[in-house]
């Protein structure tokens, strides 16, 4: 299960959407991020056979967007970013609409709808046309439908917009499971889910790819210093602590856990050791300070 995206250029008259974009995409949830206008939406569009590259080719499973639409249209799931529905459909009618546009039919049809209602926590309202949920049942039966035919791949474009907290944590907790087994490609402007649920991440601005890595990396790679934070079994002073050599500035957390900060780039842990063994300290937790996602994401994006 993959997604194979070579030299993909997008233009929309003279705007730029996407500027040759390459990336290739396995097994596992793929957080896709950037700012607004980034091309995040363009792209998952041309993977869907929504609309066509202007340049460049992209295949799913092997099968090409543009020569075998109707291949890749049988094996993804899409919910776009503004979720298309039927609001004078009740919610297991527009279910069995959708599972009769891909040739569900009878027991088949009846099963994997109820488990769309299950597993997407779509029960209490399922009696319901679909114009009189919330925003959050509706992106439910968003997932629902691009759920159905139990697809090999699933392109969510912001799948947990209008979500409450407890609704997230479990959409959350869906999309993890479907990873397990699933190629899925997964947009949104909410970094903690990107770092909940996602083994990587992919950083697009202005149409070009500026970052693509696991979560882990892009946090500890693009550190911007040196910055460690130690926990100390007994009680230090800020003044004891700057007489470690190259660190400039220190700051307490609370009780003893303390930040320092080195001069330059410098790496102050094995100075750090070697004086906790003279001032004879107990060192509990020792931590190199790593930019958030939300950090990561700005450094690359500004």
């Known amino acids: 299960m993959s997604i194979e995206i070579q030299h993909i250029t997008k233009q929309y008259g003279e705007q730029l959407a996407l500027n040759d974009v390459t990336l290739n995409i396995d097994k596992g949830i793929v957080g896709l991020l950037g700012p607004n206008g980034a091309g995040k939406s363009t792209l998952m569009k041309i993977i869907t ?19 075998q639409s109707m291949e890749v249209k049988r094996i993804v799931g899409y919910l776009p970013e503004h979720n298309p529905l039927y609001l004078d459909m009740y919610v297991r009618e527009y279910l069995d609409f959708v599972a009769g546009i891909h040739q569900l039919k009878g027991d088949t049809a009846r099963k994997r709808i109820e488990t769309m209602v299950e597993v997407t ?39 947990t917009s209008g979500l409450d907290p407890n ?9 993890s499971e479907l990873g397990k087994e699933k190629t899925v490609l997964l947009s949104t402007h909410i970094m903690q889910e ?3 649920i996602c083994q990587r991440a992919i950083i697009i601005n202005k149409g070009v790819v500026v970052a693509d890595d696991k979560i882990e990396n ?20 800020q003044q004891l602590l700057l007489s470690i050599p190259q660190v400039c500035k220190v700051k307490r957390v609370k009780d003893n856990h303390w930040i320092l900060e080195p001069e330059g780039d ?4 094995a100075n750090l050791m070697k004086w906790s063994v003279e001032h004879n300290l107990i060192i509990k937790t020792l931590q190199k300070e ?11 994006t500004r």
């Open 290 to 300: 790593d930019l958030s996602i939300e950090e990561a994401f700005q450094k690359f």
């Open 121 to 159: 926590g779509l029960g209490p309202e399922a009696h319901k046309k679909i114009g009189a949920l919330s925003k959050g049942y509706r992106q439910r039966v968003g997932l629902a439908q691009a759920m159905m035919h139990n697809p090999q791949v699933l392109i969510l474009d912001e799948p």
């Open 49 to 67: 056979c929504f609309i066509p590259p202007t340049s460049g080719t992209a295949s799913v499973n092997g099968f090409d967007v543009m020569e």
């Open 218 to 237: 892009l946090k500890q790679e693009n550190s911007a210093s040196n910055v460690v934070i130690v926990e100390f079994e007994n009680e230090v002073t």
């Open 266 to 269: 410098a790496d102050i842990r």
């Open 167 to 175: 609704q997230l944590i479990d959409i959350r907790n869906l999309i």
């Open 194 to 196: 990107v770092e909940a």
